[in-house]
């Protein structure tokens, strides 16, 4: 007799939506994209589990709450599907901004880079971007 076992496959992240929210908001909805998601997998948010929704092998929903997003800064969101296989996703940053706050990031690349493009996904009304 032969048992073959299918591992659950390591997810990954592609992008979120929102992935900026302003300090003191309300509780809102976010949809993590992706593949390999199953009905088991998890959305992180640092180190707490969300109340979060399977749509697809390529798609989740979680609630992030009000006392998530009181204070400005960045927290890492990523994505845990369970053994046999599975594992932690790679990290996005979910930013919280002060509504009238100024931010500036830095992008490294390794010297192998020769080439590279940038651009400003999920801006809030009136945010301008320039790199």
């Not at 589990?49 to 927290?75: E, K, N």
């Not at 994505?79 to 830095?106: H, K, N, R």
């Not at 651009?119 to 809030?124: D, E, T």
Request: charged share 5%; hydrophobic share 45%; aromatic share 6%.
């Amino acid at each position: 007799m032969t048992l073959t076992v299918n591992p659950n496959a390591l997810p990954f992240l592609g992008n979120i939506t929102p992935a900026i929210a302003n300090a003191g908001g309300t509780a809102l909805a976010i949809t993590v994209n992706g593949v390999n998601f199953l009905p088991s997998s998890t959305v992180y948010w640092g180190t707490s589990a969300l109340v979060m929704q399977y749509v697809s092998a390529s798609q989740l929903t979680a609630t992030v709450t009000a006392a998530d997003i009181a204070i400005p800064g960045a927290t890492a969101i990523n994505v845990q599907t369970p053994a046999p296989g599975g594992g932690t996703s790679d990290i996005l940053q979910f930013e919280v901004d002060s509504p009238a706050a100024t931010a500036t990031y830095s992008i490294s690349f390794p010297a192998a880079v020769i080439s590279a493009t940038a651009s400003c996904l999920n801006l809030p009304a009136g945010a301008i971007c320039s790199y």
